[in-house]
C-alpha cells in the first residue's frame, strides 16, 4: 500500500499511460512488491512445512510406527525445536521470530490438548506441568536477546491451553497450581529487569483459577457431578501461593529495587487479599483455629506495611505512592483482622486504642497520615459499635423510647469525645493545609453527632413515662426540634468566641438536619400548637445564627493568621 500510495502521488494521472516515468514507476512498484514478498512468503512456506512436520509424526503415531507415548515425546520435542528457532533469530528479525515461535504453538498446544482429552496418552499434572515448562522455557529463551516478544507468544499460550484444559477435564487442582507457576515464573522475570506487558493477563488467569477452585469446594452440596476430586491442602496452598507470589514481587520491586508500586501491583494485591484470605475463611468453615490463623497472618502483613512505610520509605524522605501504598494496606489489614479476632466491647476497645494512639503520636510526630488513620479507626469504630446508628435513632427516628447505649458503644463514645480533645488541646499553628482542616471537621462531626443524640434521647426520655399525659406526649417532636436548634447555637457561640472553625462549619449541616426532622416529623405527626412551637424555635434560630456569626466575620482577618487548634 505505501509502494502504491508513492506511485500515484509522484506521477500524475494524465502522465502515467504512455510516458517513460509511468513505465520507471510501474517498476519500482512491481519490484517492491516482489521484494516484500520474497521476505513474507518463505516466511509463510516454513512455518507450514513446520505444520506439516507435526502432521508427519501424527501420521506416524497413528499407523503404529511409533509408541503413542514415544509419539507425543517427540511432537513435543519438535516443537521446542521451534522455539529455540525463534530465539536464534536477531533482533531485529521481528516477524521472523514471531512466525517461528507461532509455529512453535501451533504443534504444541493441539498436541497437548489431545493427548489429555482424547487419547488420554498423559495426565492432566503432566499436561500442567508440560504447559508450564513450555511457558518458562520460553521467558527462558527470550533471556539473552531481550525477545519478549517469544516469551509474551509462549506465555500467553500456555495459560490459555491452561485455562482451557481446566474447564474441558474438570480437574481444577493441577491446572491451577500451574497457573501459579507461570504467574510465578513471569514475576520473577519482573524482578529481574524483565518487565512483560503480560503480567496483568497471566495474574487474572491465577485469580481465576483460585477463585473456581475456592468456590467449587466451599459449595454446601460438595463438588459438582463430573469434576476430579480435590485435597483439602491443594486448596489452602493454592490460595496462600496467590498471595505470597505477588507480596513477594510487588516488596522486591518497590523496596529493595526501588520501582514505584504501579496500578496493576495496587490492584493485585487487593484481588489477592480477597481471594487468598476470604477463600480461606469460606473453607474454614468457622472453625476457631483456622480463622484465627488466618486473623493472625493479616495482622502481621498489616504491622509489616505499617513498619515499611514509616520506618523505611519514610526515614528515606519517599513519602509518594510506595509510602501511601504501605501505609493503607497497613491500616486495612489491622483493620480486617481485629474484626477477625475481636467482636463487641473488645472490638471497640482495640479501635479506640488503635485511634488515639494514631493521633496522638501524629500530633507529637507532625505526621498527617498517622492523624488520617486515627481519625478512619474512629469512624469505624462509631459504625461497627452501632453508635452512629443509635444516634441517629435519636435525632431521626419518631418516638420517645429510650434504649441505653452498649459497652461497647460507650468505648466508641468516651474515644470519639477524647479523639476530639485532642485536637482542642493541641498548640495553634499558622495557615492550615485542607487535609489537616479536614481531618479535625471529621473528628468534630463524629463527636457532635454523637453527642447531640444522645442528649436529644435524654430530653425526650426524660419526659416519658408511664404515667405522661397526652398533652406533653404531642410536644415530644418540639422537644427534638428545640434540642437540635440549641446545639446548632451553642456551636456557632462556641465556634466564634474560640475561633473554631469547624464548630462554624458544623452549623448549618446540623440546621439541614434540623429542617429534614421538621418536615418528616413535626409537619406530618404534629398538632398545631406543637406544630407552632417548632416552626418558632427554627425559625428564631435562623435570625440568631447569622447574628452569632458575624463575630466571626468580623475576626476573619486577625483569625486567619493564627489558625486554629491542630490536630
Given at each position: 500500500m505505501s509502494s502504491l500510495e508513492q506511485f500515484v502521488g509522484s506521477v500524475p494521472p494524465e502522465r502515467v499511460e504512455g510516458t517513460a516515468e509511468a513505465a520507471g514507476a510501474r517498476s519500482r512498484l512491481t519490484e517492491s512488491w516482489l521484494g516484500d514478498s520474497a521476505n513474507v512468503l518463505p516466511?509463510?512456506?516454513?512455518?507450514?512445512?513446520?505444520?506439516?512436520?507435526?502432521?508427519?509424526?501424527?501420521?506416524?503415531?497413528?499407523?503404529?510406527?511409533?509408541?503413542?507415548?514415544?509419539?507425543?515425546?517427540?511432537?513435543?520435542?519438535?516443537?521446542?525445536?521451534?522455539?529455540?528457532?525463534?530465539?536464534?533469530?536477531?533482533?531485529?528479525?521481528?516477524?521472523?521470530?514471531?512466525?517461528?515461535?507461532?509455529?512453535?504453538?501451533?504443534?504444541?498446544?493441539?498436541?497437548?490438548?489431545?493427548?489429555?482429552?482424547?487419547?488420554?496418552?498423559?495426565?492432566?499434572?503432566?499436561?500442567?506441568?508440560?504447559?508450564?515448562?513450555?511457558?518458562?522455557?520460553?521467558?527462558l529463551l527470550s533471556w539473552r536477546k531481550f525477545l519478549s516478544l517469544l516469551a509474551s507468544i509462549t506465555v500467553t499460550a500456555g495459560v490459555l491451553t491452561s485455562l482451557a484444559l481446566l474447564i474441558a477435564t474438570y480437574n481444577l487442582a493441577p491446572f491451577t497450581l500451574g497457573l501459579l507457576a507461570t504467574a510465578a515464573a513471569v514475576e520473577l522475570a519482573a524482578c529481574l529487569g524483565h518487565p512483560l506487558g503480560l503480567r496483568w493477563f497471566v495474574a487474572c488467569a491465577a485469580d481465576m483459577a483460585v477463585l473456581l477452585l475456592t468456590y467449587v469446594l466451599s459449595r454446601p452440596e460438595g463438588l459438582p457431578e463430573g469434576y476430579a476430586a480435590i485435597p483439602g491442602g491443594i486448596a489452602l496452598a493454592a490460595q496462600m501461593s496467590l498471595l505470597v507470589i505477588y507480596l513477594s514481587s510487588t516488596t522486591v520491586r518497590t523496596l529493595f529495587q526501588g520501582f514505584r508500586v504501579t496500578a496493576f501491583e495496587t490492584m493485585q494485591w487487593m484481588i489477592a487479599f480477597l481471594i487468598s484470605l476470604g477463600g480461606a475463611l469460606s473453607l474454614a468453615h468457622g472453625k476457631v483455629a483456622a480463622v484465627s490463623a488466618i486473623s493472625v497472618f493479616s495482622l502481621i502483613c498489616g504491622a509489616a506495611c505499617y513498619v515499611i512505610s514509616f520506618a523505611f520509605l519514610e526515614r528515606a524522605g519517599k513519602h509518594d505512592r510506595n509510602f501511601y501504598t504501605y501505609a493503607t494496606f497497613g491500616l486495612l489489614l489491622v483493620f480486617a483482622a481485629s474484626q477477625l479476632l475481636v467482636s463487641g466491647i473488645a472490638l471497640a476497645l482495640v479501635l479506640s486504642i488503635l485511634a488515639l494512639v494514631c493521633l496522638r503520636t501524629g500530633r507529637e510526630s507532625g505526621r498527617m497520615t498517622l492523624k488520617w488513620h486515627g481519625t478512619l479507626y474512629l469512624l469505624a469504630d462509631s459504625v461497627v459499635s452501632g453508635l452512629a446508628a443509635w444516634a441517629a435513632a435519636r435525632l431521626l427516628r419518631t418516638g420517645v423510647s429510650w434504649i441505653p447505649l452498649t459497652p461497647a458503644a460507650s468505648t466508641a463514645a468516651a474515644a470519639a469525645i477524647l479523639g476530639y480533645g485532642l485536637a482542642w488541646?493541641?498548640?495553634?499553628?499558622?495557615?492550615?493545609?485542607?487535609?489537616?482542616?479536614?481531618?479535625?471537621?471529621?473528628?468534630?462531626?463524629?463527636?457532635?453527632?454523637?453527642?447531640?443524640?444522645?442528649?436529644?434521647?435524654?430530653?425526650?426520655?426524660?419526659?416519658?413515662?408511664?404515667?405522661?399525659?397526652?398533652?406533653?406526649?404531642?410536644?415530644?417532636?418540639?422537644?427534638?426540634?428545640?434540642?437540635?436548634?440549641?446545639?446548632?447555637?451553642?456551636?456557632?457561640?462556641?465556634?466564634?468566641?474560640?475561633?473554631?472553625?469547624?464548630?462554624?462549619?458544623?452549623?448549618?449541616?446540623?440546621?439541614?438536619?434540623?429542617?429534614?426532622?421538621?418536615?418528616?416529623?413535626?409537619?406530618?405527626?404534629?398538632?398545631?400548637?406543637?406544630?407552632?412551637?417548632?416552626l418558632f424555635l427554627f425559625g428564631g434560630a435562623l435570625i440568631l445564627l447569622p447574628r452569632i456569626l458575624q463575630t466571626s466575620r468580623r475576626d476573619k482577618g486577625r483569625a486567619e493568621p493564627n489558625g486554629s487548634a491542630s490536630v
Open positions: 516466511m509463510l512456506g516454513k512455518a507450514l512445512l513446520g505444520i506439516a512436520g507435526a502432521y508427519l509424526l501424527r501420521a506416524l503415531t497413528e499407523f503404529k510406527v511409533f509408541p503413542l507415548d514415544v509419539g507425543v515425546a517427540m511432537g513435543m520435542l519438535y516443537a521446542l525445536g521451534w522455539s529455540v528457532l525463534a530465539a536464534r533469530t536477531a533482533p531485529e528479525e521481528r516477524a521472523t521470530a514471531a512466525a517461528h515461535a507461532t509455529t512453535s504453538v501451533l504443534i504444541l498446544m493441539p498436541l497437548v490438548w489431545e493427548a489429555t482429552v482424547r487419547f488420554h496418552a498423559i495426565s492432566c499434572w503432566t499436561a500442567s506441568a508440560i504447559l508450564f515448562l513450555y511457558s518458562a522455557f520460553g521467558l488541646q493541641s498548640p495553634r499553628v499558622g495557615s492550615w493545609p485542607w487535609p489537616r482542616k479536614f481531618v479535625v471537621l471529621l473528628l468534630a462531626a463524629n463527636c457532635a453527632w454523637i453527642v447531640t443524640g444522645a442528649s436529644v434521647g435524654a430530653l425526650a426520655a426524660l419526659c416519658s413515662g408511664p404515667g405522661t399525659p397526652a398533652q406533653l406526649v404531642a410536644f415530644f417532636p418540639t422537644f427534638r426540634t428545640a434540642a437540635l436548634t440549641a446545639w446548632c447555637l451553642l456551636m456557632a457561640w462556641s465556634g466564634t468566641k474560640w475561633r473554631r472553625f469547624e464548630a462554624v462549619w458544623l452549623v448549618y449541616p446540623f440546621m439541614a438536619l434540623a429542617a429534614y426532622k421538621l418536615a418528616m416529623e413535626d409537619l406530618l405527626h404534629g398538632q398545631t400548637l406543637p406544630l407552632f412551637a417548632s
